[in-house]
């Protein structure tokens, strides 16, 4: 259809205003992980020390705060209002704060799961280095809940980059939205939820897709269904 805004079109709307918007929310989905993975993983393994009572508390504070209360204090300590560049990292900052205190504290329970498995006390008989039994042995079972839960975050990101979008002057399908939703568009809202409930769908299909290529029990269970049915 035709925007009830502008007259443009809705497909050709789309297409200028969604990149902005994933290109966000994928920044964000790898900024909170590559940050949340290790620090979890590290505060299980160094459960009640220093770095894990610290990290912990950090990150709390981070769950706890709203995203648009991070957005608008980065926005109004940053000065760098004018710089697009500096504008999209902030917005990637804010919207990475509550995915990376979630992913963080799912990453260590995870951890401190694993870490009581018998493969582990086989690995520490073997000779091998804590090193190498935290990174080969014990992180890779415990990334399992954690690629699950990115699946799960794509809708939060999708929502808080709305308002991400308009504190920062991004021109994304948020601040868009805002505009249709003052005009009352319903061309480009029936748009935007057809697209953001697609690019959910196929973000859930991937952290499947993900979860079977790091377990492979997942690939067998799944090999002997598929033959079991033929």
């Known amino acids: ?13 789309l297409r200028a205003r969604a990149p902005v918007t994933f290109l ?10 590559a940050i949340a993975v290790p620090v979890g993983a590290f505060g299980a393994w160094r459960r009640g020390r220093a770095f894990d009572v ?3 508390a950090v990150l709390f504070v981070l769950y706890a705060m709203p995203t648009f209360a991070i957005a608008e204090l980065l926005r109004r300590s940053s ?16 919207l990475s704060a509550g995915s990376l205190a979630t992913c963080s504290r799912w990453q260590r329970a995870a951890m401190l799961e694993v870490v009581r498995q018998d493969f582990v006390r086989t690995a520490y008989a073997k000779g091998l280095s804590s090193w190498r ?10 990334l399992m809940p954690t690629v699950t839960l990115a699946g799960l975050h794509l809708p939060a990101l999708l ?9 920062f002057g991004l021109p994304g399908l ?3 939205t805002l505009r249709a939703i003052e005009a009352h568009d319903a061309a480009w809202l029936m748009a935007v939820i057809l697209v953001a409930a697609v690019a959910i769908t196929m973000g859930l299909v991937a952290s499947d897709v993900a979860y079977g290529a790091l377990d492979p029990r997942v690939r ?3 090999s002997r269904r598929q033959g079991g049915t033929a």
Request: glycine fraction near 12%.
């Open 174 to 176: 948020g601040y868009e």
């Open 220 to 222: 067998e269970e799944l």
């Open 24 to 33: 966000l929310c994928s920044l964000a989905l790898v900024v909170s992980w």
């Open 1 to 13: 259809g035709m925007s009830a805004i502008d007259g443009a079109p809705i497909a050709d709307k």
């Open 159 to 167: 929502g808080g980059a709305f308002v991400v979008e308009e504190i």
């Open 133 to 142: 039994v935290m990174v080969v042995h014990a992180l890779r079972n415990a």
């Open 79 to 94: 000065g760098a209002a004018g710089v697009s560049g500096a504008r999209v990292a902030l917005a990637v900052a804010s």
């Open 54 to 56: 610290v990290s912990s």
